[in-house]
């Protein structure tokens, strides 16, 4: 993919309009924590857990395309490294987030120790210190896996002796364990110690499908918006975004299966210490918002992706990709925002300022790494021949 050229007057314009964005957003959003900080701090956390989730699973795609040797994944390799590269920023975020730690988290109070027996076999590992602790350790070490494990050139010489020991095989599969470790254990850290009286022994793997839903939804709206941006030469040919339409299907099928998976157990042994997560979330408002991200993350990708046909046309893909995102952010909001003290369902500048802020800072720093290495985007001339679905050969397979 080689970048359009764009009128510097349209590009100054677009980013003074991100830069806007994220001041107001951020104005909003310090209103808020210093107003109403038990309502605040919770939209500001699922923000920067979904930008966490994006340039951290841009990353693991890299890393899972070169242990696959998945050469279909080539033309959208400088994406995903401008997508990964922002995870220091995303970083910075979720530390601003962390911050109110003490408004998020009820064992972050030491009166919370003594409500039960059972907290007290919880307390070392909730304790504020520990847990500030992990989650420096997590990011530093995402920061510096990515940096030496999936950067494929540059940096300093004891990072390249590295990269030649290990070879992009080695590289590639040890970035996926640090990976698969730390990361489940920032999800049981970040969110689901929000309740720290409910468990799920698969709440990990969940948070894995989310963050695989919203990156493959995130990088199919941007391959297809990525001519009319100014990020390419050419549009996305049908051949590529079937491929995309096929893993968006299987990560969203894959998504509403571990969500079954998790309902089903509690319901069926319906033990008091794992119903209360489902019964303040499936009750009064709640329960509608629960009913659109299962919409939206599954039964429409489920059934507007399931013909293969339909993986061919931007005009489908493009609206379930996004449907997809606005399904995360809603699945996410959900998991955080019954915490707060009342548990009341609100949607009020506090929620909308955060959003906007880190969705325009998003792309404000994403243009800006395609600007500043636009040399990366360089498409082989097999990738841009074009075909109509009538081309295609036919399949026994509906996808």
């Given amino acids: 993919m080689t970048p359009r050229p764009q009128t510097d007057s349209s590009s100054s314009r677009s980013n003074r309009g991100l830069q806007v964005c994220v001041v107001v957003g951020s104005c909003i959003t310090l209103f808020g924590v210093v107003l109403s900080p038990g309502r605040a701090w919770q939209p500001l956390l699922v923000v920067a857990f979904y930008l966490i989730q994006m340039s951290l699973g841009a990353a693991f795609l890299l890393a899972m395309g070169t242990l696959s040797r998945a050469h279909w994944m080539n033309p959208i390799r400088p994406l995903l490294k401008h997508v990964s590269r922002l995870l220091p920023w995303c970083a910075v975020v979720l530390v601003l987030a962390l911050v109110g730690f003490r408004h998020l988290y009820p064992w972050a109070d030491q009166a919370w120790i003594g409500e039960d027996p059972r907290h007290a076999a919880k ?24 940096r030496i494990f999936i ?20 590289s590639a599969a040890a970035f996926t364990v640090i990976f698969g470790v730390t990361f489940s254990l920032a999800v049981f850290d970040w969110i689901m110690s929000l309740q720290p009286d409910w468990f799920s022994s698969i ?28 990020l390419s030469e050419a549009p996305p040919t049908p051949e590529f975004l079937h491929a995309l339409g096929k893993m968006l299907f299987t990560f969203a099928f894959f998504w509403g299966y571990i969500w079954f998976c998790q309902y089903m157990l509690v319901w069926f042994t319906d ?8 019964a303040s979330r499936h009750s009064g408002s709640w329960f509608v918002v629960v009913l659109a991200t299962i919409i939206l ?9 399931l013909p293969r046909r339909n993986k061919l046309r931007k005009s489908i893909m ?4 996004i449907g ?42 994403l243009r800006r790494s395609v600007e ?28």
């Avoid at 500043?372 to 009538?390: C, L, M, N, T, V």
């Fill in 123 to 146: 307390a070392a590992w909730l304790s504020p210190v520990f847990f500030l602790a992990r989650a420096t350790f997590y990011l530093v070490t995402w920061i510096v896996a990515r």
């Fill in 151 to 170: 950067e494929s050139e540059g940096g300093r010489p004891f990072e390249e002796r590295i990269r030649r020991r290990l070879g992009r095989q080695g």
């Fill in 203 to 230: 709440f990990a793997v969940f948070g894995f499908a989310g963050l695989m839903v919203a990156v493959l939804a995130g990088i199919t709206v941007l391959v297809i918006l990525s001519h009319r941006l100014g």
């Fill in 271 to 278: 033990m008091p210490e794992e119903t209360i997560y489902f």
């Fill in 297 to 305: 993350n599954f039964i429409v990708p489920f059934v507007f992706l």
């Fill in 318 to 321: 493009l609206p379930v990709a």
């Fill in 324 to 365: 997809m995102l606005v399904g995360h952010y809603l699945d996410l909001f959900v998991q955080v925002m019954p915490t707060t003290k009342n548990g009341a369902l609100y949607c009020g500048p506090w929620e909308i300022g955060p959003l906007l802020a880190g969705v325009a800072l998003f792309l404000l720093l």
């Fill in 372 to 399: 500043k290495k636009s040399g990366e985007y360089d498409q082989k001339p097999a990738h841009r021949q074009q075909i109509s679905p009538e081309q295609m050969p036919p399949e026994s397979s509906p996808t």
